[in-house]
């Protein structure tokens, strides 16, 4: 039996949209915590109306859902009798929406002065872009991502992910469980701010260090790594492969494997010099590769301790052994749609199973029973209904 999940006692509010927030819910609703959707009469965004598709059903499941007009008076009573238990608060409108609301840090904190509360915005709070939509794509481009990906003179190109929306979320939990430990020390809950366009820019990570210390504007590099040399795809007998013989160890363990060690004693290929010979040093090693399968090649180089491995689809991901392993495909049940599966938690904890517990909810599918749990009477939730309030 596992031991109870360590995020069981935090109650979560979650009022976000789309991708970024509900990624960051995600991570505290996978691990106990009592997560409640709050949703606006109506549920949420066009972006995300196919509730149950698979995008919404994999960011929304374990949580519950109520909705409230937050625009009425009852509305935000409702809401803030929420606030007055809740642990965390999540939003991602625009910076302006909340304080329109009157659901802003400064209001909610005067409630609950303990509440941690978590913004995700598109730029920031503030700042001459604040009030700017922001979304995925737009990130990708302003920070940086889509003139690192794609072939050399390609232009730019897009990420296959939402790596923005994503990480941003990510970064955005991790605020979120750093402010509640600093809650067990101060008392105090306090506002998490992050943006997409932080985030992004975060992500780039080596690339951004490389010009803000070294003074150089990374370009595209295609399939080879950026600094590393060998690194990359290279062709097959009968395909492709992901190749690193960056590291002179394993350079020389692939030369050694290849019947290749003419070109460890190659003055243009030493560990100094390789990176100034790319596209020699990878029109030889190409030669070689092209004689051998992908499952060879694998095989060889992985035994002697030389990274290399397949350019797999979606579906050859999961089919793969190492990934059905790790369990990365988890089912969940749905009232509706039956037994579906979702991406699995990535992180593994001894003694602890973040399984899928509940599917994404229907929009106010909850109402009813929070409404009781919160001290309402049946009359009284028979009222906020029919005044559309709930």
């Known amino acids: ?110 409630i609950n002065p303990r509440l941690v509360y978590v913004s995700i915005s598109g730029f920031g709070q ?18 940086g991502l889509m003139s690192i990906t794609g072939l050399q003179g390609q232009g730019p190109v897009r990420a296959g992910i939402a790596v923005s929306d994503s990480s941003t979320g990510l970064y955005a939990a991790l605020g979120a469980m750093t402010a509640l430990l600093d809650r067990e020390v101060t008392g105090k809950g306090r506002w998490v701010r992050s943006s997409l366009l932080q985030g992004q820019i975060a992500m780039l990570d080596f690339q951004a260090a490389r010009w803000l210390m070294e003074g150089e504007v990374a370009g595209q590099t295609g399939n080879d790594h950026p600094t590393a040399v060998p690194m990359g795809l290279f062709p097959s007998a009968d395909g492709v492969i992901n190749l690193a013989a960056s590291g002179q160890a394993m350079f020389e363990g692939f030369c050694k494997v290849a019947g290749a060690e003419h070109l460890v004693t190659d003055p243009r290929f030493t560990a100094r010099e390789r990176a100034k010979h790319r596209s020699e040093i990878n029109a030889e090693m190409a030669k070689i590769t092209r004689t ?11 035994a002697v301790g030389v990274p290399c491995g397949p350019v797999n689809a979606i579906d050859a991901v999961f089919a793969d052994p190492q990934v059905m392993h790790l369990g990365m495909s988890q089912p969940v049940n749905h009232p509706a749609l039956g037994d579906i599966n979702l991406v699995g938690q990535p992180i593994e904890i001894s003694g602890l199973d973040p399984a899928l517990r509940t599917a994404a909810p229907d929009p106010g599918q909850h109402s009813r029973d929070v409404l009781l749990e919160l001290g309402y009477s049946s009359a009284e939730i028979d009222q906020l209904i029919a005044d559309q309030v709930v």
Request: glycine content about 8%; charged content about 30%; proline content about 4%.
């Open 1 to 110: 039996m596992a031991d109870p999940l360590p995020l069981e006692r935090f109650r979560v509010l979650d009022l976000t949209r789309v991708r970024s927030g509900p990624t960051a819910v995600r991570q505290f609703a996978d691990w106990g915590a009592q997560v409640l959707m709050v949703e606006g009469k109506g549920g949420r965004s066009a972006v995300t109306s196919d509730r149950r598709g698979s995008d919404f059903q994999n960011l929304n499941r374990n949580k519950r859902s109520i909705e409230i007009d937050l625009k009425s008076d009852a509305g935000l009573e409702v809401f803030y009798r929420l606030v007055r238990d809740a642990d965390v608060l999540f939003e991602n409108f625009r910076p302006d929406v909340k304080h329109r609301l009157k659901i802003d840090f400064d209001t909610l904190h005067a």
């Open 126 to 143: 503030d700042g001459p872009y604040a009030k700017r939509p922001g979304l995925d794509q737009i990130i990708q481009g302003m920070g």
């Open 292 to 302: 051998r399968t992908s499952a060879d090649w694998i095989a060889a180089l992985n």
